[in-house]
DNA sequence: ATGTCATATGACAACTGTGTCACTTGAGCT
DNA sequence: AGCTCAAGTGACACAGTTGTCATATGACAT
């Protein structure tokens, strides 16, 4: 059974689009990205010091979720962010995390 | 005393914030705090059909990390949204689903 | 076609978050 | 004080996500 809404909000993609967020790799590729511009994942593996797999399997999950977009070049795949989305939703959160990013470390249940 | 970054933004509770918001619960009291303004508990329950528990576990989070405030009104307690950060960023992420929403429902990984 | 660089995929153990239980605290009443 | 309604807390099992392993695909060059 389904609880149909009136103005058809769905709180699932709502939080699935927050949880493609919700990981510090994902979030640092992202940072990378704003900064940085377009970038194979060669190179954001350099830039994060982190495993190809491991950036690679992030960046499925962005790319699928729209947060960034891929596009060939040549043997590298390039990735650049969605900015459109992205962008002006980061700035909101970086206001607010200049109040609450101690609480948000210290919040029990949200502990990583 | 706050540590104030320029280029120096900290992943971690930027994830952290996301996290937070990263859960149908969650979602579903922010939409109706939204819609409705400010409630108390179990209005929220009675909105949502959900257990007082589960209820107000998932509001001390959001209390916690600023998505929501809350004030006595007598015996109960009374919540609202916190329109400077919730509001714009929801209205952000309710043009992305436009296109999203069904790749953010099937992308493994985030199966909720 | 074979080699090699660049990136993607599949599978699985370990950790993390979620929701439900029983219980406690707080406020207002008589 | 004791009673009752309103909401918060602590603990724990289950289910979900994460990161790492080994392997597969795709593109370019020789």
Redesign the interface.
């Known amino acids: 059974m389904t ?1 149909v ?1 009136l ?1 058809l ?20 590729i992202l ?1 990378l990205l704003r ?1 940085k511009g377009s970038l194979n994942v060669t190179q954001i593996c350099a830039g994060l010091g982190m495993e190809q797999t491991h950036v690679s ?1 992030n960046l499925r ?1 962005l790319a ?3 947060l960034v977009t891929a596009s060939r070049a040549g043997k590298s795949r390039v990735y650049s962010i969605n900015a459109e ?1 992205v962008l ?3 700035k ?10 101690a ?3 210290t ?1 029990e ?2 502990e ?1």
């Open positions: 609880t809404s103005e909000v769905q709180p699932k993609p709502q939080a699935l689009f927050f949880q493609a967020m919700a990981n510090p790799v994902r979030m640092q940072n900064e399997h999950c699928f979720c729209g989305t002006p939703l980061l909101i959160v970086d206001v607010h995390l200049r109040k609450y990013a609480n948000l470390l919040c249940g949200l990583r």
